[in-house]
């Protein structure tokens, strides 16, 4: 179902599944503690982690756990590359909800996307995937999200025109060094 800003806010801090555009692909987004609706929804293995997308950096380090100087190496990742379409993928600490995370590591995103910034925003950070069902190719247009996805609360009439319709690449903190994932936009030296 097709919705406004307000409309789209306030569904996900009801714990809603919401979409809205983003810098790569729409996504799927709900609040951390309700991941398991976007497994539901997009009939998705849950053992395929989801991300947290946030608009302010802050919203994201509570969910790692690092010692101090693995924490100025992430940030120092996060400065070079965010906002944009780099997932950090790092140790997950005990405020990640059962469910949300792949074994003991959360990834984390800071979109360049006006339209998902005006949304986390207000929300906060949101456990997110793309927005399709499990196996088949993202949806590229917030249209198309709300007729595949309808009971889901869309935000409609925004244009990201910054939107690539590519993945995000995700690196790995593997303790000592970065572990590219899944080459995507970003590329990393």
Do not use: C, H
Not at 34 to 48: F, G, N, P, T, V
Not at 61 to 85: L, V
Not at 112 to 119: R, W
Not at 133 to 146: C, I, K, R, T
């Amino acid at each position: 179902m097709q919705g406004s800003l307000t409309e789209v806010v306030a569904a996900a801090i009801n714990g809603a599944v919401v979409s809205f555009p983003t810098d790569t692909v729409p996504a799927l987004a709900v609040r951390p503690d309700r991941a398991e609706l976007i497994y539901q929804l997009k009939q998705r293995d849950d053992s395929k982690p989801l991300i947290l997308l946030a608009a302010n950096v802050a919203d994201l380090w509570p969910f790692t756990r690092g010692n101090s100087e693995e924490k100025e190496i992430w940030q120092e990742m996060a400065n070079r590359y965010w906002p944009g379409a780099l997932t950090l993928a790092l140790p997950a600490s005990t405020r990640v909800p059962v469910g949300l995370n792949s074994g003991n590591t959360i990834g984390l995103r800071l979109p360049n996307s006006e339209a998902a910034k005006a949304v986390l925003q207000q929300t906060g950070a949101l456990a997110t995937s793309s927005a399709n069902l499990s196996g088949e190719a993202p949806l590229l247009n917030m249209l198309q999200v709300d007729r595949v996805f309808p009971t889901v609360t869309t935000l409609i009439g925004e244009r990201d025109r910054s939107a690539s319709n590519q993945p995000s690449t995700v690196i790995k903190w593997t303790g000592t060094d970065w572990e590219v994932l899944r080459q995507g936009l970003v590329v990393i030296d």
